[in-house]
């Protein structure tokens, strides 16, 4: 995960860190050690702070930490300023909110939190109790794979093993829109100038090898952001995919699939004068 503007990058690992890289140069900058496998990484705005998921690991539970980023690498520390518990099962995504006053998180327990994370000095952060949950009822029903933040912050997609993606409002926590397709889904994205969302999955990758590419249904699918309707799909990948990211500029877009390719696709000139 890079933020825009910035030369910095930041990994999270299986191996148990989250590591800071020069996106120009390649060098590495920084590793934070953990006890649990780190799964989540995202800076906040302004690159000043991060937010870093760990899994259950042995006798350890999930946990969210939010580490300081310095300016000079030479001053960075490995503390973390703040650590949210409280999750069941792993926690597939940590994200900032608006103006980097809350962490929105997601993951196994198919629960949307929104956390408190205002800071109430220059050093000090609070408690990051916990503020909101995902109602039960009208939220996701198997386990929560992806999240993606609309461009300006306001809003957040969510995508489920319940074979849909969920639109959601980044302070009210309010549903706004839900779209439902035939597979479980494993990443979604947003287009940064269309009213379009991309929703990624495919069958269980354990099946795979016992179907072809035709059946598992491991295309793209672009769905009509406030209609809720399925306007195409992309295809290319032999298998489940698991990420999705729009270009900044909106022109194209890259997938990652369990069929070990990332591919980028650049869209022809009629795919933005598609109207429902």
Do not use: C
């Not at 390649?26 to 991060?50: C, E, I, W, Y």
């Not at 870093?52 to 690991?57: A, L, M």
């Not at 933040?149 to 319940?162: M, Q, R, V």
């Amino acid at each position: 995960m890079f933020q825009a503007n910035s030369m910095t990058l930041i990994t999270g690992s299986a191996d148990q860190t989250a590591k800071l890289w020069n996106v120009e140069t390649g060098a590495q900058l920084f590793t934070f050690n953990f006890d649990s496998p780190a799964r989540s990484v995202d800076f906040a705005v302004g690159d000043k702070l991060a937010v870093i998921t760990t899994d259950p690991f042995m006798e350890l539970n999930s946990a969210i930490h939010v580490k300081r980023i310095a300016r000079d690498p030479a001053d960075q520390g490995g503390e973390s300023v703040l650590i949210l518990k409280g999750p069941q099962g792993r926690i597939n995504r940590a994200v900032w909110g608006p103006l980097n006053r809350t962490i929105i998180s997601a993951g196994e327990d198919a629960i949307v939190r929104i956390w408190d994370t205002e800071l109430t000095s220059i050093s000090n952060l609070q408690t990051g109790k916990l503020l909101k949950e995902s109602d039960k009822e009208t939220g996701h029903k198997k386990t929560i794979t992806s999240l993606a933040k609309a461009a300006d912050g306001s809003h957040f997609l969510t995508g489920s093993l319940d074979k849909s993606a969920k639109l959601w409002d980044a302070r009210t926590l309010e549903l706004i829109k839900t779209y439902v397709t035939e597979r479980p889904v494993n990443a979604v994205t947003m287009s940064p100038l269309l009213d379009h969302v991309v929703l990624g999955g495919g069958q269980d990758a354990s099946a795979v090898t016992t179907t072809d590419h035709r059946a598992g249904k491991f295309e793209a699918k672009f769905f009509d952001k406030i209609l809720q309707e399925e306007i195409g799909g992309v295809k290319g990948h032999f298998g489940p995919i698991n990420a999705l990211a729009f270009n900044p500029d909106g022109k194209s877009f890259s997938s990652g699939g369990e069929d070990g390719y990332v591919r980028l696709h650049h869209f022809d000139p009629d795919y933005f004068n598609i109207k429902i």
